[in-house]
């Protein structure tokens, strides 16, 4: 799909890219066929498109021999796609109810709006039966998503994204590659299921929270409002932690052992 299709879809439908909905519409082929190839999986039961947009991936999409439906917040373009056949819900991704629909082995797929992208990666977390994402990002969440300990971006985004996914780079895509074109250079990200089941729930992403909740503080004054002071104290010192350490310094491995060790505490 290129510049010159999109434009006359767009007038065809009457609408215009809207800043509000993140809609920068994906017009760069090569990048759409690295994304669709990675859609290509034997292990997954559906496939879910998050915003198909004008349909830049959903064309290729659809041809993949898995049942396939779209995610879709716009009126005009929720129409344009019922019309066409596709199946359809017309909601807010972060109001569908992932958990109660999702109950095969299923690959969600976006150029995401880049308002919902963090929220989304941390909402289907927590969704077991999602077992594959393919994500377009702001390259600078992508780093964050990404990142080590120690390092500017490292954060609550990392240590929740890397405890539940195997996350690999698939590409990177200039502005050039939308129309319009956003100001930020953006980043593809594949994440696979990681078998961490003891840190798929709500607890341990509160814990997380907690934990970065005051970046100034120290990690056993954040805690405090998860466990008593003297507990978070002996864990630390079971787990040979320094007291004075910030929650950017533990590694995602650590903040595991430490929920764990808390989390097992009475």
Same mark, same amino acid.
């Given at each position: 799909?290129? $510049?010159?299709?999109?434009?006359?879809?767009?007038?065809?439908?009457?609408?215009?890219?809207?800043?509000?909905?993140?809609?920068?519409?994906?017009?760069?082929?090569?990048?759409?066929?690295?994304?669709?190839?990675?859609?290509?999986?034997?292990?997954?039961?559906?496939?879910?498109?998050?915003?198909?947009?004008?349909?830049?991936?959903?064309?290729?999409?659809?041809?993949?021999?898995?049942?396939?439906?779209?995610?879709?917040?716009?009126?005009? !373009?929720?129409? #344009?796609?019922?019309?066409?056949?596709?199946?359809?819900?017309? *909601?807010?991704?972060?109001?569908?109810?992932?958990?109660?629909? *999702?109950?095969?082995?299923?690959?969600?797929?976006?150029?995401?709006?880049?308002?919902?992208?963090?929220?989304?990666?941390?909402?289907?977390?927590?969704?077991?039966?999602?077992?594959?994402?393919?994500?377009?990002?702001?390259?600078?969440?992508?780093?964050?998503?990404?990142?080590?300990?120690?390092?500017? %971006?490292?954060?609550?985004?990392?240590?929740?994204?890397?405890?539940?996914?195997?996350?690999?780079?698939?590409? %990177?895509?200039?502005?050039? =590659?939308?129309?319009?074109?956003?100001? $930020?250079?953006?980043?593809?990200?594949?994440?696979?299921?990681?078998?961490?089941?003891?840190?798929?729930?709500?607890?341990?992403?509160?814990?997380?929270?907690? =934990?970065?909740?005051?970046?100034?503080?120290?990690?056993?004054?954040?805690?405090?409002? #998860?466990?008593?002071?003297?507990?978070?104290?002996? =864990?630390?010192?079971?787990?040979?932690?320094?007291?004075?350490?910030?929650?950017?310094?533990?590694?995602?491995?650590?903040?595991?052992? !430490?929920?764990?060790?808390?989390?097992?505490?009475?």
């Amino acid at each position: 799909m290129n $510049i010159l299709e999109v434009k006359k879809i767009c007038s065809e439908l009457g609408i215009q890219p809207s800043k509000k909905l993140g809609q920068n519409f994906l017009v760069n082929e090569i990048v759409c066929c690295k994304i669709v190839d990675e859609c290509i999986d034997d292990n997954i039961s559906n496939i879910i498109e998050i915003g198909p947009g004008l349909g830049a991936l959903t064309r290729d999409l659809i041809n993949i021999d898995k049942p396939f439906s779209v995610i879709e917040l716009d009126n005009k !373009l929720a129409k #344009y796609w019922q019309e066409r056949g596709v199946e359809v819900e017309h *909601i807010d991704a972060l109001k569908f109810p992932w958990q109660e629909k *999702i109950k095969e082995k299923t690959l969600v797929v976006s150029n995401l709006p880049y308002q919902i992208s963090s929220s989304i990666v941390v909402e289907l977390s927590l969704v077991p039966h999602v077992s594959k994402m393919v994500f377009m990002f702001q390259k600078e969440v992508a780093q964050r998503i990404k990142a080590n300990k120690g390092g500017k %971006d490292y954060g609550l985004l990392s240590i929740i994204a890397q405890s539940y996914w195997q996350i690999t780079k698939l590409v %990177d895509v200039p502005p050039r =590659a939308f129309y319009p074109p956003p100001k $930020i250079d953006s980043r593809v990200l594949v994440f696979q299921r990681l078998e961490n089941t003891e840190f798929c729930n709500k607890d341990f992403i509160n814990f997380v929270k907690l =934990a970065f909740s005051h970046r100034r503080k120290l990690l056993s004054k954040n805690l405090k409002e #998860y466990r008593d002071e003297m507990v978070v104290k002996n =864990a630390f010192n079971r787990l040979g932690l320094n007291e004075k350490i910030r929650a950017e310094q533990l590694s995602v491995d650590e903040f595991q052992r !430490l929920y764990l060790e808390l989390k097992n505490e009475h």
